[in-house]
């Protein structure tokens, strides 16, 4: 039988449901992931395809990466153990960025003249500014087409493609001001700058955990931060891919 990639597609609670027997997932099932990343890397590369198009394949085969990798993701102590580092390192940078926009915003506040409204949005964007994608020393099967594959896949991840991370980023926070705030003159209102709002979501509960979709005898003492929900639920990133993130930083953005 010859087969064709099409399929339709019905979305719910970010999860794809395919029709005709799954004949699109099985096929990718019958490749070694290698290919399906290559698969990832053309499209991505696809001059032809609008941009809707491409975000809507992009995020389909992303997904289904990240679900097939999280199947074969080894929960070793080790991994298991850089999952939670990296959890502190994005809990330290999303805190960075909430507590920099708070004290932007407030000195902006003080500079203008009284009764005058100079601002309606402040935001702060935490984005991935690299990846370990270097192999070790001891990888003695790493070649150039291994690292061409890394390197690109991490670029669609990050890429205004990626619909989801395109819009959120690693995390987002902001100030904002309401038609009816500028009609009565008030300062603008913050939105999840307080600590447990930012790393779980207005919640200041240190036993917050934000594993869905996890492994739960390996993910529940993890006390995993929404930015990792975010990146692995939505942005479509696997447990490595977020294990090999090595830089982060932030960006501040006022409107008028």
Same mark, same amino acid.
């Given at each position: 039988?010859?087969?064709?990639?099409?399929?339709?597609?019905?979305?719910?609670?970010?999860?794809?449901?395919?029709?005709?027997?799954?004949?699109?997932?099985?096929?990718?099932?019958?490749?070694?992931?290698?290919?399906?990343?290559?698969?990832?890397?053309?499209?991505?590369?696809?001059?032809?395809?609008?941009?809707?198009?491409?975000?809507?394949?992009?995020?389909?085969?992303?997904?289904?990466?990240?679900?097939?990798?999280?199947?074969?993701?080894?929960?070793?102590?080790?991994?298991?153990?850089?999952?939670?580092?990296?959890?502190?390192?994005?809990?330290?940078?999303?805190?960075?960025?909430?507590?920099?926009?708070?004290?932007?915003?407030?000195?902006?506040?003080?500079?203008?003249?009284?009764?005058?409204?100079?601002?309606?949005?402040?935001?702060?964007?935490?984005?991935?500014?690299?990846?370990?994608?270097?192999?070790?020393? #001891?990888?003695?099967?790493?070649? #150039?087409?291994?690292?061409?594959?890394?390197?690109?896949?991490?670029?669609?991840?990050?890429?205004?493609?990626?619909?989801?991370?395109?819009?959120?980023?690693?995390?987002?926070?902001?100030?904002?001001?309401?038609?009816?705030?500028?009609?009565?003159?008030?300062?603008?209102?913050?939105?999840?700058?307080?600590?447990?709002?930012?790393?779980?979501?207005?919640?200041?509960?240190?036993?917050?955990?934000?594993?869905?979709?996890?492994?739960? #005898?390996?993910?529940?003492?993890?006390?995993?931060?929404?930015?990792?929900?975010?990146?692995?639920?939505?942005?479509?990133?696997?447990?490595?891919?977020?294990?090999?993130?090595?830089?982060?930083?932030?960006?501040?953005?006022?409107?008028?």
């Amino acid at each position: 039988m010859k087969f064709v990639n099409k399929y339709f597609l019905h979305r719910s609670n970010c999860r794809i449901i395919r029709l005709r027997d799954n004949l699109y997932e099985k096929y990718l099932d019958s490749l070694p992931m290698e290919k399906v990343e290559k698969i990832i890397i053309s499209t991505y590369e696809n001059e032809r395809l609008t941009e809707e198009r491409k975000e809507e394949k992009i995020d389909d085969l992303l997904y289904y990466r990240c679900r097939r990798l999280t199947r074969e993701f080894e929960w070793s102590a080790e991994n298991i153990k850089a999952l939670e580092e990296t959890n502190e390192m994005l809990m330290e940078e999303c805190l960075a960025a909430a507590s920099h926009l708070k004290e932007h915003v407030e000195e902006l506040e003080l500079k203008k003249p009284k009764g005058e409204i100079m601002y309606t949005d402040y935001e702060a964007k935490v984005e991935i500014l690299s990846f370990k994608s270097e192999p070790s020393d #001891e990888d003695d099967d790493y070649d #150039e087409d291994d690292y061409y594959r890394y390197t690109h896949i991490e670029d669609v991840l990050i890429s205004s493609v990626n619909k989801y991370y395109k819009m959120y980023g690693v995390h987002d926070f902001s100030y904002f001001l309401s038609q009816e705030d500028r009609m009565s003159g008030k300062a603008p209102r913050h939105t999840g700058l307080e600590r447990g709002e930012v790393l779980w979501l207005n919640s200041d509960l240190e036993t917050d955990n934000w594993n869905e979709h996890l492994p739960e #005898e390996y993910t529940s003492g993890m006390h995993l931060c929404y930015a990792f929900h975010n990146l692995f639920d939505h942005c479509r990133f696997s447990p490595q891919d977020i294990i090999n993130i090595r830089d982060m930083h932030h960006i501040l953005t006022i409107r008028t």
